[in-house]
């Protein structure tokens, strides 16, 4: 319902001489219904000569509290009492404030009012404003029972304020439905309006901090429009997000042509955190969000070419990076910016003042090489931007510089999808396997200057659709996995340095990064290898055994080391023919054979 209408209808309520109902503002928890309240209806309260009595029913779980509570609240607006049931007011007064005799003698001080009838000419002065319905401990039959005795037999003006939504599913939710019609008269269903509530919500700036309310005053529409596309309402959230604000803006002021890219990555955080999605144990864990750009998208998110190409994909399981992509990021990618100062602000409270301002400092504005400016203009949606000689222009060279391997090995399936993709509709002259032979020759080249990045690899092989060209992506793989093999090759033969250099600490570093990865051996020709360790010193071997038998030592080694069995064998067999000399040197390699036999054994 639109606040105006509440207003209406809240004015003609005070304005009616005799109620005999209730109003509820139903709204949910952070949407604003209490700061409604006190900024909007409380002021049509003094508008109409009425006093508001304002309780939060939040934890109360006896009726007599209740009673207690509201009887505090309406003293200080009295001038007598009934004294049919009651001392004088002086008297009242005293026990009230007699803690020795509440203390002494164990006194309830809901005791004291319990009796204590009041002039209901002094309520019909007053709307009494009962908060937090849903989070009342007493059960909701009992309060509305309360509330139905002001309202039909006393005519007193009631608003009650609450989440229906949070009104457990159980036998008081029932019995509420079947009494709240006696005592309601109407609900008010209270949706934040953002336009309305933004300026309201920030004039507590505007004396405390007039700069900073004319900062928000000038990127409103940019907060609001955010607020609405992430359907983000709760004003707790929102006090929140500007209270994060507050604290950055000595050094945006300083910066401000980076003040939107702040404004929209402490926004989105600041969401995420007030969700739980983030929280405090993941300060130090950044969730690969520092990874997010306009390539990272390109290059690793199914949804970034979904999106361009309309096509559509086999649903797969997102990860956190994409949902958060698609959640807030879609129409904003170009805009994002990830902070970790502030990061860590909004998810522990501790600003490093003098590292945001040097993520502002190192702000300055990228410039893409040849090869980037024209993927961007073309394997992108930008593509739709261009004009028909421009399109022709920048395919013709994104097709040369892919062909020069002038892009990382994985963003050439991408270039064949929207090649394919420009094919299938006649935008192109060229055959797909025309296409497909000359990124094939640019592989070749870029495998020389690739750099691996297990994150991207693992998105590339995980994203897979019926459309993309099999041998491309075929061929992709292979290169890489090469490349990885040759990478794996060269770090496990530390181990043979180790060996040969009899560092016993390098040797067990080595073991422990493999434990569980069985690549440690499969590069291995066993003959060479037993030659350097016949060679090592007795601590050696006695240190080799030992890491051979931890690494070994559970029950499914068939499952990942079953490769290794032929290199073991041969080594046992290499071990044995060594085997006859009655040295120190001689009884650990006849240890060394026991285990290999046994390791050998299970891996059959």
Not at 573 to 591: F, R
Request: charged fraction near 30%; proline fraction near 2%.
């Amino acid at each position: 319902m639109d606040s105006s209408h509440i207003i209406k209808i809240f004015d003609e309520y005070l304005k009616t001489k005799e109620t005999s109902h209730a109003l509820l503002l139903n709204g949910s928890w952070g949407s604003g219904k209490t700061y409604f309240w006190k900024n909007v209806l409380e002021g049509v309260c003094d508008n109409n000569n009425i006093t508001p009595i304002y309780l939060s029913l939040n934890g109360i779980n006896k009726i007599e509290t209740l009673d207690y509570r509201l009887k505090i609240k309406l003293i200080p607006f009295l001038n007598r009492f009934d004294s049919k049931k009651s001392a004088s007011f002086a008297t009242l007064a005293k026990n009230i404030l007699n803690k020795y005799v509440q203390n002494k003698y164990d006194i309830d001080p809901e005791q004291i009012l319990k009796d204590v009838e009041i002039d209901i000419a002094h309520y019909l002065s007053h709307l009494i404003c009962f908060d937090d319905l849903e989070r009342c401990s007493i059960a909701l039959s009992e309060v509305l029972g309360y509330v139905n005795d002001f309202v039909e037999h006393k005519n007193v003006k009631f608003l009650l304020l609450s989440d229906e939504t949070k009104i457990s599913n159980t036998q008081d939710e029932l019995t509420y439905h079947s009494i709240k019609e006696k005592v309601i008269g109407r609900t008010l269903n209270f949706n934040n309006s953002l336009s309305e509530t933004f300026p309201l919500f920030i004039s507590k700036y505007l004396e405390v901090n007039a700069e900073f309310y004319g900062f928000l005053k000038n990127h409103e529409k940019l907060i609001t429009n955010l607020l609405e596309e992430y359907q983000e309402k709760n004003l707790r959230n929102l006090s929140f997000f500007l209270d994060v604000l507050v604290h950055l803006y000595p050094q945006i002021k300083l910066n401000i042509d980076y003040s939107e890219e702040v404004i929209l990555f402490s926004l989105i955080i600041t969401v995420e955190f007030k969700k739980g999605i983030l929280n405090s144990n993941d300060v130090k864990d950044y969730q690969d969000l520092d990874e997010l750009n306009e390539a990272y998208v390109l290059y690793n998110l199914q949804s970034g070419v979904k999106s361009i190409l309309n096509k559509k994909e086999e649903l797969v399981e997102k990860s956190y990076l994409e949902e958060f992509y698609e959640k807030y990021l879609i129409n904003h990618i170009d805009s994002y910016t990830f902070y970790p100062s502030i990061y860590v602000y909004i998810l522990s409270g501790y600003f490093d003042e003098s590292q945001f301002e040097r993520e502002l400092d190192r702000r300055a504005p990228y410039i893409p090489t040849d090869e980037e400016a024209v993927s961007q203009k073309v394997a992108t949606d930008k593509f739709r931007d261009l004009s028909d000689e421009e399109f022709k222009t920048a395919v013709e060279q994104l097709l040369d510089f892919s062909r020069k391997g002038k892009y990382n090995l994985l963003y050439y399936l991408r270039i064949s999808n929207f090649l394919n993709y420009f094919i299938d509709n006649n935008l192109l002259s060229y055959t797909k396997n025309e296409i497909r032979e000359a990124l094939l020759e640019g592989l070749e080249i870029a495998k020389n200057n690739f750099e691996l990045n297990d994150r991207d690899y693992s998105s590339f092989k995980h994203f897979n659709n019926a459309s993309e060209d099999p041998i491309l992506r075929a061929k992709i793989i292979e290169i890489v996995d090469t490349f990885k093999a040759n990478a794996e090759k060269e770090k496990t033969h530390v181990l043979i340095e180790a060996i040969q250099k009899n560092d016993v600490k390098k040797m067990t570093e080595v073991f422990e990064e493999y434990k569980v990865r069985k690549e440690l051996f499969e590069s291995f020709n066993a003959e060479p290898f037993w030659q350097i360790l016949a060679a090592a010193e007795n601590k050696t071997l006695k240190n080799f055994i030992d890491l051979l038998d931890s690494r070994h030592n559970f029950s499914n080694i068939k499952d990942i080391f079953q490769k290794d069995l032929e290199f073991f064998d041969n080594l046992k067999s290499l071990a044995s023919a060594h085997s006859n000399g009655k040295s120190l040197h001689d009884l650990l390699v006849k240890e060394l054979i026991t285990h290999l036999e046994a390791i050998c054994e299970r891996l059959k």
